[in-house]
């Protein structure tokens, strides 16, 4: 008879419970495939409860250990310690193996799975076969989102002395923030706090600045990636564009604009905003007569500088070396039109909070001034001066937020932006009336609840409950709400609506995440290591994320994660070498050390 160690391999059903799950196929191959393994059962063909039937298989093939492979196989093991006692063997020699301790649960992770399968099957504790390397860093590091997540984590590396790309998908940097008009609770004007950090971007000797790009590819590990960037075709050269603005003034075409949320309308060829950086004009090829069918060319025509202009410029792909990646991709805000009760998008005084913001925005369409949304000539819902001003506006929190047919989570920010906006109402049209419709009030910051009260005194009216829809009534709109304090339900008019959208994970977060090997919670946002002791880093060695792309927050929130990501790259850039974490680690090296050091030793029949 022979002595050798001869292996059963069982594999649980729990396995197979996510259409993003390990793939069972090759793990059962590559079980088979090991000379130390004599049989496998795969998941559901095996009865538990018959241990004579299963005493009979381990006899048959000689088997004297098991191992249980599973996100939670302990609750077996009894039932294979009966089927080997009853084979006359030894039933102690059942071993448990989880892949979920070491987060190895997705399709993505099945060669880490198989490495912590053979760890098991050749007896040796994974810990001491995934032994972490030390690897050089490369000190350069991409940011990928140019809001203030992504401008306060180049900072602070650049102003370290270290050199950083920072990548944005859009024309300018600045994200949301460089939208709003004031922030809160402090009232301050945004744009005084962001654009001195946007033109510090622009002029620091140790940022690469890459705007209208976007990541393509991601290859390498922990401390020496490769990132493919796409650098979509701006059709206006950088280096010697005047910004003089003829171009724009002679551009016969025109699309909304996506800085102040389609509430009015740019020309083909445009600066974001004002304070843009970097404050270069760029084309739009979607609304671009001349990318569209050929003709125009008028912008070429009147450009003093020449050559300054290509509409024929193609998209290209750069390459660049970074040790990390600081993830700042930001949010996206919920689609009203989802919500078909309040009736955003059929009646155009319907507004979403972030048109709301470009609406009191003293760069906005209007100057600052609140109108109501009309009609131009050729049928564009916008807002401009000459329109109307409305006497009443209610505020609707939770939009989108804080629903079970849409999201479950609290936005955070809703809250607070919601009575800033009726603050600026009161401020620009004081005899206004102005309703605030709220489910709970969310006062959760420094300063937040004092900011709370001092609305209420400024005479805003609270009404506390749900709203269930909005439409048109007499010539208005007509709110109805339940009044929770008063036990009633209120049917209010108002001149204008303001619904407060609540935050989401941005559509191509998964695209991301995909391409980064960064995990995403149910939600769809990215998922940190802990979230109450590593909330910058992720699974994924190298790679921290910042910003709203993590979880809905606020700003002061928003910097300080900036920071603290921030100040873990240059950690590693400091110390000059990473330790690879074990998904960066090669599977088939961590095989060969648990060869190397198994107490096994398989023998031939002699």
Request: net charge negative; proline share 5%.
């Amino acid at each position: 008879m022979s002595n050798a160690v001869k292996t059963g391999v069982y594999f649980c059903k729990n396995l197979n419970g996510h259409p993003d799950s390990i793939q069972l196929n090759e793990l059962y191959a590559f079980a088979e495939g090991m000379e130390e393994v004599s049989h496998i059962w795969k998941a559901g063909d095996l009865d538990l409860l018959d241990h004579q039937k299963m005493a009979g298989v381990i006899s048959t093939r000689e088997i004297n250990r098991i191992v249980l492979a599973g996100n939670s196989p302990g609750f077996i093991q009894p039932m294979f310690a009966k089927a080997l006692a009853a084979a006359g063997l030894d039933p102690s020699q059942v071993t448990n193996v989880s892949f979920t301790e070491y987060n190895a649960t997705r399709q993505k992770d099945t060669p880490l799975a198989e490495a912590i399968l053979a760890c098991a099957v050749l007896d040796v504790p994974f810990e001491l076969a995934a032994i972490p390397d030390e690897v050089d860093v490369n000190p350069d590091t991409l940011v990928i989102g140019g809001g203030i997540a992504g401008i306060q984590a180049a900072l602070e590396i650049a102003n370290a002395g270290k050199k950083v790309y920072l990548l944005e998908r859009t024309g300018t940097i600045g994200g949301h923030m460089a939208m709003f008009d004031k922030t809160f609770p402090t009232l301050d004007c945004a744009a005084c706090i962001l654009t001195p950090k946007m033109v510090e971007i622009g002029q620091h000797p140790n940022i690469e600045l890459m705007t209208y790009c976007e990541v393509d590819g991601v290859n390498g590990s922990p401390g020496n990636f490769q990132v493919k960037v796409l650098k979509k075709a701006r059709r206006v050269n950088l280096a010697t564009c005047i910004g003089c603005g003829i171009c724009t003034e002679k551009c016969p075409a025109k699309a909304p604009s996506e800085f102040d949320n389609g509430t009015t309308l740019r020309k083909s060829i445009y600066i974001p905003f004002p304070q843009a950086v970097p404050n270069k004009y760029l084309i739009d090829a979607d609304s671009c007569t001349y990318v569209k069918n050929g003709k125009c060319g008028v912008c070429v025509k009147f450009c003093p500088v020449e050559n300054c202009i290509n509409l024929d410029e193609k998209d290209e792909t750069v390459d660049i070396d970074v040790g990390n990646i600081i993830v700042a991709t930001g949010f996206q805000t919920f689609d009203p039109k989802r919500a078909e009760q309040y009736n955003y998008g059929t009646l155009p005084n319907v507004v979403t909070s972030l048109e709301f913001e470009r609406l009191v925005n003293a760069a906005g369409p209007t100057g600052g001034l609140i109108k109501f949304r009309e009609q131009d000539k050729k049928g564009n819902w916008i807002f401009t001066e000459e329109a109307g001003e409305p006497k009443s506006v209610a505020i609707i929190h939770c939009i989108g937020s804080r629903d079970h047919n849409y999201n479950k989570y609290c936005s955070r920010v809703c809250c607070m932006y919601s009575l800033k906006l009726a603050h600026l109402v009161k401020e620009k049209i004081p005899n206004a009336e102005v309703y605030e419709f709220y489910i709970d009030m969310r006062a959760f910051g420094k300063g937040y609840e004092e900011f709370s009260e001092r609305i209420k005194e400024e005479g805003v009216h609270m009404i506390r409950g749900r709203t269930a829809r909005v439409e048109e009534k007499d010539g208005q709109l007509m709110v109805r709400s339940e009044d929770i304090y008063e036990e009633r339900i209120l049917e209010t008019k108002v001149d204008m609506v303001v619904l407060s959208v609540g935050l989401e994970a941005r559509e191509d977060a998964g695209g991301v995440a995909s391409m980064l090997g960064i995990e995403q919670g149910e939600e769809g946002w990215f998922t940190e290591n802990n979230y109450l002791t590593e909330p910058t880093s992720t699974f994924s060695g190298g790679i921290t994320i910042a910003g709203a792309c993590q979880g809905p927050k606020d700003i002061p929130d928003t910097v300080a994660q900036a920071s603290a990501a921030a100040s873990r790259v240059l950690q590693t850039i400091l110390r000059g070498k990473i330790r690879l974490g074990i998904k960066d680690l090669p599977p088939e090296k961590i095989i060969e050390n648990a060869r190397q050091i198994s107490p096994l030793k398989m023998e031939v029949e002699s």
